[in-house]
T-cell receptor, first 109, second 121 residues
Framework: GQQVMQIPQYQHVQEGEDFTTYCNSS?????IQWYKQRPGGHPVFLIQLVKSGEVKKQKRLTFQFGEAKKNSSLHITATQTTDVGTYFC?????????WGAGTKLIIKP | GAVVSQHPSWVICKSGTSVKIECRSL??????MFWYRQFPKQSLMLMAT?????????EQGVEKDKFLINHASLTLSTLTVTSAHPEDSSFYICSARPSVWAQVRRHSPLHFGNGTRLTVT
């Protein structure tokens, strides 16, 4: 079936270091959405990418959608403690939202 | 805007009892709502799509008779976990998409409730 693979599962970084998570779909996507879930909380919508090769920025967060609309990435520059949480990508294919497994961002003490 | 309220936030129940979880769209109408289940450290798993005025559409492997869904109005969907067992303990989250976007913006993002943490003892 249709899958969206998301890696890594966890990423430990020092505060101030960068963080990146990648999503790869087995099929071409209509769009890809990114969500953030804080510990104990619910997913919160961050952004949606629709166009091939699209790049969007939100302050320190940079989102990319691949040319083939099969992969996407989220890059956070200079992580802060407020960035802690799990980041999910969700790809829309055949009107179904397919979720990645999530990447948990952990700030080293 | 686009606020989704889910109640209760957490519930502890005894094995064999039933638990009802409510999902309300507070400032918009939602023809369709979605129910997810999330195990610790795992991703969201879609359980069913709740359709206002008609039967819910369940994902493969989800027992219809165990997870009863009712979408009686454009702002309320309920999930009832019947005869709960410890293995049903999980985080249940609902989400909704404004009806007005359903045709124009079919790809629009979801708005999630705060989730319900169910513990069955």
């Amino acid at each position: 079936g249709q899958q969206v693979m998301q890696i890594p599962q966890y990423q430990h970084v020092q505060e101030g270091e960068d963080f990146t998570t990648y999503c790869n779909s087995s099929t071409t996507l209509s769009n890809i959405q990114w969500y953030k879930q804080r510990p104990g909380g619910h997913p919160v919508f961050l952004i949606q990418l629709v166009k091939s090769g699209e790049v969007k920025k939100q302050k320190r967060l940079t989102f990319q959608f691949g040319e083939a609309k099969k992969n996407s990435s989220l890059h956070i520059t200079a992580t802060q403690t407020t960035d802690v949480g799990t980041y999910f990508c969700a790809g829309l294919s055949n009107y179904q939202l397919i979720w990645g497994a999530g990447t948990k961002l952990i700030i080293k003490p | 805007g686009a606020v989704v309220s889910q109640h209760p936030s957490w519930v502890i129940c005894k094995s064999g009892t039933s638990v009802k979880i409510e999902c309300r769209s507070l400032d918009f109408q939602a023809t369709t709502m979605f129910w997810y289940r999330q195990f610790p450290k795992q991703s969201l798993m879609l359980m069913a799509t709740s359709n206002e005025g008609s039967k819910a559409t369940y994902e493969q492997g989800v027992e219809k008779d165990k997870f009863l869904i009712n979408h009686a109005s454009l702002t309320l969907s309920t999930l009832t976990v019947t005869s709960a067992h410890p293995e049903d303990s999980s985080f249940y989250i609902c989400s909704a998409r404004p009806s007005v976007w359903a045709q124009v913006r079919r790809h629009s993002p979801l708005h999630f409730g705060n989730g319900t943490r169910l513990t069955v003892t």
